[in-house]
């Protein structure tokens, strides 16, 4: 424990139970907030189920503009640039999270992100009626860039809004939202509903629908108190915010845990991009990076993009595949449930389930492997086949278990209020700089190793195993100097 911490805790200690209450203001601020998580979600979705109606819708639009016909081949790339484009607007937004959540706060950061939002809708429902396939691939790049400031501007605005003791379940809420949203956007792909060729663009002008809402209800909510104090020293405006979501007028206690926090970032220079690299903010920040890199490079992405052909291995036919995969977005909804629960239980910390998940991923891979080399031996092996399923939701399991949510609320925990938006950026951006490094790569390393490119993930994940266990500090109910005295311990 820090020589200061004593200072800090004792009060808000006194007054956990006022503290840790869900109040309505809390809970409404929290849904309107992890709208922007949804958008996310849903555009990590929605491209799965209907790539092969657009892609043939490609080659039209593009003999009708440039009157040329496109081969199959270059409609493909210019599909999967659509898709992939996604990933560079996050990298961006990613950046630029930090550095707008403190020129404008964080509400007005969200609010301004989804006017980003509805120019990618428009651009992207509309493009069919104009018949101007590279409306798509602008509208994909700007609502990338939407999704990548908002992945970092949301943990950061609901870890600062949360009370210590919900601040795990608060923090875990993101993820939860990104699940539902692939499992709603998976459904809307079904060849029943929108997934036809008249109705897809219906899929992305879905768009509006989170971001109107957003942007309706956001003024109700108040601005994060830490950051109306720490960064915008308005002690009487961040009291009477804090009262809001607490539900009572007796809010001494954090008050002066934030006056106290804003004193100490306050005595020192507000740190620069750069200075997140040096000094005493070098280790966090290297332990923000590695949680992020240890979410991508465990191989989800894949796992979810493998699940089609591991069903289709199992002998589902016609639809059934895609019936299959919304169970398993299903079943990652219920995991990621169950651990926004979890994450704040007396019995579990964040290292315990982050260990649990990443040790459970590593497990399920090195198993699908074997899993998937017996099923291709022939239908003779018709168990192996029923083990690969069984085996892809263990992994997804695992995944909403710990390494899913804890990355992106942890970043905030372990930051004061003067570094957190720095921190955020820099985190959030290495997020999808992995994603997209995942996604260029892993089709040419699959068509080289078949099922045996899960072993690289399976390295992977036995690296992060061992670096969280050796380095990462638990931070459940801890104020930010208990955290970094963990830090300098575990040094």
């Known amino acids: 424990m820090g020589v200061n911490d004593h200072d800090v805790t004792v009060p808000l200690q006194q007054h956990q139970p006022v503290e840790g209450r869900l109040t309505k203001c809390l809970v409404f601020s929290s849904?309107?907030?992890?709208?922007?998580?949804?958008?996310?979600?849903?555009?990590?979705?929605?491209?799965?189920?209907?790539?092969?109606?657009?892609?043939?819708?490609?080659?039209?639009?593009h003999k009708d503009l440039f009157g040329k016909e496109l081969t199959r081949e270059n409609a493909d790339l210019a599909w999967s640039v659509a898709v992939s484009v996604f990933a560079v607007g996050g990298m961006a937004g990613g950046l630029l999270s930090g550095w707008l959540a403190d020129k404008v706060g964080r509400r007005g950061a969200l609010f301004y992100n989804n006017i980003l939002a509805l120019a990618a809708a428009a651009l992207m429902g509309l493009a069919k009626s104009v018949g101007a396939y590279p409306m798509i691939i602008l509208g994909r790049l700007i609502i990338g860039f939407n999704c990548g400031l908002?992945?970092?501007?949301?943990?950061?605005?609901?870890?600062?809004?949360?009370?210590?003791?919900?601040?795990?379940?608060?923090?875990?809420?993101?993820?939860?939202?990104?699940?539902?949203?692939?499992?709603?956007?998976?459904?809307?792909?079904?060849?029943?509903?929108?997934?036809t060729d008249d109705r897809w663009p219906l899929i992305l002008a879905f768009t509006v629908v989170p971001a109107v809402l957003q942007l309706a209800l956001l003024m109700l909510c108040p601005e994060s108190p830490k950051y109306t104090m720490g960064v915008r020293c308005l002690r009487e405006e961040a009291e009477n915010a804090l009262k809001k979501l607490r539900g009572t007028d007796d809010v001494t206690a954090e008050i002066n845990a934030m006056v106290e926090e804003a004193n100490v970032a306050g005595n020192q220079q507000k740190p620069k991009m750069g200075d997140?690299?040096?000094?005493?903010?070098?280790?966090?920040?290297?332990?923000?990076?590695?949680?992020?890199?240890?979410?991508?490079?465990?191989g989800i992405n894949v796992a979810m993009f493998y699940s089609t052909v591991i069903f289709r291995g199992a002998g589902l036919t016609g639809n059934e595949p895609f019936y299959a995969t919304i169970g398993m977005g299903a079943v990652n909804v219920i995991m990621t449930l169950i651990s926004v629960w979890l994450v704040d239980h007396p019995k579990f910390g964040r290292r315990s389930l982050l260990l649990a998940g990443l040790t459970g991923m590593f497990f399920s891979t090195l198993l699908l492997v074997g899993a998937l080399t017996i099923q291709n031996m022939g239908s003779d092996y018709?168990?192996?086949?029923?083990?690969?399923?069984?085996?892809?939701?263990?992994?997804?399991?695992?995944?909403?278990?710990?390494?899913?949510?804890?990355?992106?609320?942890?970043?905030?925990?372990?930051f004061d209020s003067s570094a957190r938006g720095n921190a955020n950026s820099i985190a959030v951006m290495v997020n999808w700089a992995a994603n997209l490094l995942v996604g260029l790569t892993f089709l040419p390393i699959n068509n080289l190793l078949g099922q045996f490119s899960f072993f690289i993930f399976s390295g992977f994940l036995a690296f992060f195993i061992v670096y969280t266990w050796k380095f990462v500090p638990e931070t459940k109910g801890k104020s930010i100097e208990q955290i970094q005295a963990e830090f300098d311990k575990r040094k």
């Open 276 to 298: 997140m690299f040096k000094g005493a903010l070098l280790w966090p920040m290297s332990i923000a990076i590695m949680m992020m890199l240890a979410q991508q490079l465990s």
């Open 150 to 195: 908002s992945s970092g501007l949301v943990p950061m605005y609901l870890t600062e809004i949360s009370p210590v003791n919900l601040r795990g379940m608060l923090g875990s809420l993101p993820q939860l939202f990104v699940t539902i949203a692939i499992l709603v956007s998976q459904i809307f792909g079904l060849p029943h509903l929108l997934g």
């Open 31 to 61: 849904f309107v907030i992890v709208l922007a998580s949804f958008q996310f979600g849903y555009h990590i979705g929605c491209v799965n189920a209907p790539g092969g109606l657009i892609t043939e819708w490609i080659i039209g639009s």
């Open 382 to 414: 018709k168990w192996a086949s029923y083990s690969a399923i069984v085996l892809v939701l263990l992994f997804v399991i695992s995944f909403a278990t710990g390494p899913g949510a804890i990355p992106w609320f942890f970043v905030s925990e372990i």
